[in-house]
């Protein structure tokens, strides 16, 4: 038996999110399918984490066990051949048998981006936020820095979240204007990327953190509010949860044991 | 009687191109039909030139002539409540009752992406040419800039042109490595992305000039078999017409007095 690693790349446009669902139609289903057509095998593969439908990822890592003797090399180029085209394998190497994609990451980074100029970029207008009116990004930006650290995020997670505790850590909370759209933070226009980088996320939780932001950036809340919401420990306190479509998974982080050290394709 | 003009950007993958056709589904067909929900006024759209299915445009400019009294600012924000959401209009300005957005076009800007590293990057699979092996990125620069300047450019399009002569002017031909993408020039890995603007251009003729400058990058042929291909005028001689969906329609300028001064939104 052989643990292999992968290194995926997908435009959620299309799925039911990562994980399988009863309905079907998700990223794993399509690279189950893929492995079965390729090695003949009915695996399981494990994501680092769930992602909506619509939510996409340049950096997902899955690990699934295999009695083929395929080379791990080959399995990449061998998946995407029989993948459809908006889910792309970047990289497969064999890990140690214990190796598990969630339980064994350590920290994940997403993004999520917003276009605040007057009309949409039509070719990222399955991947971009698009809210037409001026953001005070500086605003933003210091409502970001009071999640970093330590905190209890009940106020940002779903009141669905089966989770235990709420208490995650949060090593980057950052916004950059895209210097490439032409945006300004002067002009309050351009597409902005918030990145943030945690041990751990809950249900929603970045997407709650950026429909609060965006209020922060639109004027109706104080950047200080962020840490009123937080100590709160109360959904009900910060903003709505941002539409899926903005958000990427980009890179999933683990263990130098792991001998894992990819970077996410692209941006 | 007014004459309005905009400025248009499409994803092309889901039409049959620019110009209107008997099986429909073209973009000038959406915009006609946004104007007649609009103004209830069917309209005959003029582009600056046509696109063939699945090539796409950031700054096509089109115009219209129309008897509402709707403001011309407002133009496109009440198209793009509807227009479907791979169409976006960008700007609408009144212009000269006798401009004419093809005949006074004086230039053209295109570019057309190639992307050499081993797997596609999904987000842009509909946008990039996927080429998964090493370019030399030099060589292909050199070769285009055999085509700098006024040359008879019959070896350049499809033997289908019905233009009268083939004599046409490129100001510019250049390519870029998108150093955002991680690429080099060393690897020949890399986006890259071939930019020509000239004075007009034959049916088909950025495509063929990319699929033959590819030929040079994959050592097929010599940077100076440029020249000889362009002294021979025959389609014959040159390489293959590259794949329609790299194309991007980038730009088209008019002379000052027109007052259109129009940069192409994003990139």
Same mark, same amino acid.
């Given at each position: 038996?052989?643990?292999?690693?992968?290194?995926?790349?997908?435009?959620? %446009?299309? $799925?039911?999110?990562? &994980?399988? &669902?009863?309905?079907?139609?998700?990223?794993?289903?399509?690279?189950?399918? *893929?492995?079965?057509?390729?090695?003949?095998?009915?695996? !399981?593969?494990?994501?680092?984490? +769930? %992602?909506?439908?619509?939510?996409? *990822?340049?950096?997902?890592?899955?690990?699934? &066990? %295999?009695?083929?003797?395929?080379?791990?090399?080959?399995?990449?180029?061998?998946?995407?051949?029989?993948?459809?085209?908006?889910?792309?394998?970047? /990289? /497969?190497?064999?890990? *140690?048998?214990?190796?598990?994609?969630?339980?064994?990451?350590?920290?994940?980074? $997403?993004? $999520?981006?917003?276009?605040?100029?007057?009309?949409?970029?039509?070719?990222?207008?399955? +991947?971009?936020?698009?809210?037409?009116?001026?953001?005070?990004?500086? *605003?933003?930006?210091?409502?970001?820095?009071?999640?970093?650290?330590?905190?209890?995020?009940?106020?940002?997670?779903?009141?669905?979240?089966?989770?235990?505790?709420?208490?995650?850590?949060?090593?980057?909370?950052?916004?950059?204007?895209?210097?490439?759209?032409?945006?300004?933070?002067? #002009?309050?226009?351009?597409?902005?990327?918030?990145?943030?980088?945690?041990?751990?996320?809950?249900?929603?939780?970045?997407?709650?953190?950026?429909?609060?932001?965006?209020?922060?950036?639109?004027? !109706?809340?104080?950047?200080?509010?962020?840490?009123?919401?937080?100590?709160? !420990?109360?959904?009900?306190?910060?903003?709505? %949860?941002?539409?899926?479509?903005?958000?990427?998974?980009? #890179?999933?982080? $683990?263990?130098?044991?792991?001998?894992?050290?990819?970077?996410?394709?692209?941006?």
């Amino acid at each position: 038996m052989r643990n292999i690693a992968l290194l995926v790349s997908y435009d959620g %446009t299309g $799925y039911y999110g990562f &994980q399988s &669902q009863p309905g079907g139609n998700t990223v794993q289903d399509k690279i189950e399918e *893929a492995i079965h057509m390729l090695s003949g095998e009915r695996v !399981k593969l494990t994501g680092s984490g +769930r %992602t909506d439908a619509g939510v996409h *990822a340049l950096g997902q890592v899955a690990n699934f &066990q %295999t009695t083929s003797s395929i080379p791990a090399e080959r399995w990449a180029i061998a998946l995407n051949s029989r993948l459809p085209n908006d889910i792309v394998v970047h /990289a /497969a190497v064999e890990v *140690a048998l214990d190796f598990h994609a969630r339980r064994c990451a350590v920290g994940k980074t $997403y993004r $999520y981006s917003i276009n605040s100029f007057r009309f949409p970029d039509v070719f990222a207008r399955h +991947r971009v936020f698009h809210h037409p009116a001026p953001l005070n990004f500086g *605003a933003m930006r210091e409502g970001l820095t009071h999640l970093l650290g330590e905190h209890d995020f009940t106020s940002f997670t779903s009141p669905l979240s089966t989770k235990p505790h709420h208490v995650r850590t949060l090593y980057e909370a950052s916004l950059r204007v895209d210097a490439a759209s032409g945006g300004s933070e002067a #002009s309050g226009r351009g597409v902005a990327h918030i990145t943030v980088t945690g041990n751990g996320f809950l249900y929603n939780m970045v997407r709650i953190i950026s429909g609060t932001i965006l209020q922060v950036g639109e004027g !109706k809340r104080r950047p200080e509010d962020i840490a009123d919401i937080l100590a709160a !420990k109360n959904r009900a306190r910060s903003g709505p %949860t941002a539409v899926p479509y903005g958000l990427t998974m980009c #890179s999933v982080e $683990y263990g130098p044991e792991w001998g894992l050290n990819w970077k996410p394709p692209y941006n």
